[in-house]
């Protein structure tokens, strides 16, 4: 999950909360945060309000997000139980989510990287 993080354009990996939590910014606007010693190992990831409450119903590995606004952000457990396509999936989902609220000059630069064509 880190991996696909660090994946998408102009992310970065920072640790304000703390040497144990690492928080994955796109132009210093979180989008994902984990605490890789915590178990059971989770990634917190923001999410449309409707499709998160959708993925809770569906999947147990996705619950309201642990020390987040829970309407906005879910933490999604990281059991082997979710197939590796909708995690990346969910990753992508957050970023973009992250990328729509940023300024346009920004967000124009950084989705040019993302899609180019």
């Not at 304000?16 to 059971?40: E, H, I, S």
């Not at 995690?87 to 989902?93: N, P």
Request: proline share 8%.
């Amino acid at each position: 999950m880190i991996e696909c993080c660090m994946s998408l354009p102009e992310v970065e990996e920072t640790i304000p909360f703390g040497p144990d939590v690492l928080v994955y910014k796109v132009a210093g606007k979180m989008f994902a945060a984990t605490d890789p010693q915590r178990v059971p190992i989770g990634m917190n990831l923001k999410c449309d309000p409707d499709r998160a409450l959708d993925l809770r119903d569906q999947y147990d590995a996705v619950q309201p997000g642990w020390h987040m606004n829970k309407r906005h952000w879910n933490t999604v457990g990281l059991n082997g139980t979710l197939p590796d396509a909708l995690l990346h999936d969910l990753v992508e989902h957050s970023y973009r989510l992250v990328l729509a609220g940023l300024k346009k000059d920004v967000r124009k630069r950084i989705e040019a990287r993302l899609d180019p064509s």
